[in-house]
C-alpha cells in the first residue's frame, strides 16, 4: 500500500517525471550465486536522490507480490546504497549476492525523489531490479500438473481460465503460452513459477473461432491440453519434450 501510495502521489503531481527513469536490466537469473549490475538513467533536467535497499517478497496464486525486509539467509553487497544522480546521466550499481538455500529470489527497489513540489510534497519513485538465484536442478515436466481449464464468455469476449501447480522444488519459468483454435492462433506472455506455487491465470481470446488448445511453454519441455470444460477431462494433460 504504502509503494502505492507514493506512486500515485507522484503520477499526479510529476506526471513527466515518472517515464524520465529507468533501470535495466528488470529481472535477472543467476545459477547459485549473483555477480551482477544495473544501471539507472535519469533523463529529467532536475539532480535525483537515489536509495537502494533490497527486500524479499512472495507472489500469491494471481501473481501478486508482497514484500518484506531482507530474509537472514540472502546476503547481498551493494557497491552503493545511495547516490545523486545529474540530469542525463546513467549510473552503474555492482552487486554480489549468494543464499543459503537455493532456489532463492529478492529485489532490489531503487527509490529516487526529485524537487519538492509547491505544495510542499517530496515526489518520489520506486523502480525494481529483480533478481533469482537459482540451483542448477531444473524441473521435471511431471512435476507441473494442470488442475482447471476452462472457457468462459462467448463471441468476442471468451476467457481461457487455467490453474497449474509447481509440485516439485525448483523455480520454473512459463516463457510463453500459445492457444489455437480452428481458424486463430494468439500468444500470451508467461509467468514465474515458484517452488509448491498453485498459480491461476486469465486470458483473453480475440482470434477467430473457439479456442482449442493451448500449449505453456517451458525452457525445457512443453505442457499442453486440448481446452476442455471439466477438470475430468485434464487428468491425463498431454506433455511434450
Request: hydrophobic fraction near 40%; include cysteine.
Amino acid at each position: 500500500m504504502k509503494r502505492f501510495l507514493c506512486f500515485a502521489v507522484f503520477a499526479l503531481c510529476c506526471a513527466h517525471f515518472a517515464p524520465a527513469q529507468t533501470i535495466s536490466p528488470v529481472i535477472v537469473e543467476y545459477s547459485e550465486k549473483a555477480d551482477g549490475r544495473f544501471q539507472i538513467y535519469n533523463d529529467a533536467d532536475i539532480p535525483l536522490t537515489v536509495v537502494l535497499e533490497p527486500h524479499s517478497f512472495t507472489v500469491n496464486e494471481a501473481g501478486n507480490a508482497t514484500f518484506r525486509k531482507l530474509d537472514p539467509g540472502i546476503h547481498v553487497q551493494l557497491s552503493s546504497t545511495s547516490f545523486r544522480l545529474a540530469p542525463k546521466q546513467t549510473f552503474f550499481v555492482f552487486y554480489k549476492a549468494s543464499a543459503e538455500s537455493l532456489p532463492n529470489w529478492f529485489c532490489i527497489y531503487a527509490t529516487i525523489t526529485g524537487a519538492t513540489t509547491t505544495t510542499g510534497i517530496k515526489l518520489a519513485l520506486e523502480l525494481p531490479h529483480t533478481v533469482y538465484l537459482l540451483s542448477r536442478k531444473n524441473l521435471n515436466r511431471d512435476e507441473v500438473v494442470w488442475e482447471h481449464l476452462d472457457i468462459s464468455g462467448s463471441g468476442d469476449k471468451q476467457k481461457i481460465v487455467g490453474e497449474v501447480t509447481n509440485r516439485g522444488t525448483a523455480f520454473t519459468r512459463v516463457q510463453e503460452i500459445q492457444v489455437t483454435s480452428a481458424s486463430g492462433k494468439q500468444d500470451f506472455g508467461g509467468f514465474p513459477l515458484f517452488p509448491g506455487q498453485h498459480r491461476a491465470f486469465e486470458l483473453d481470446w480475440s482470434q477467430p473461432g473457439v479456442p482449442a488448445h493451448i500449449v505453456l511453454k517451458f525452457s525445457h519441455f512443453k505442457l499442453e491440453s486440448d481446452l476442455k470444460t471439466t477438470l475430468a477431462d485434464l487428468k491425463s494433460p498431454a506433455t511434450s519434450p
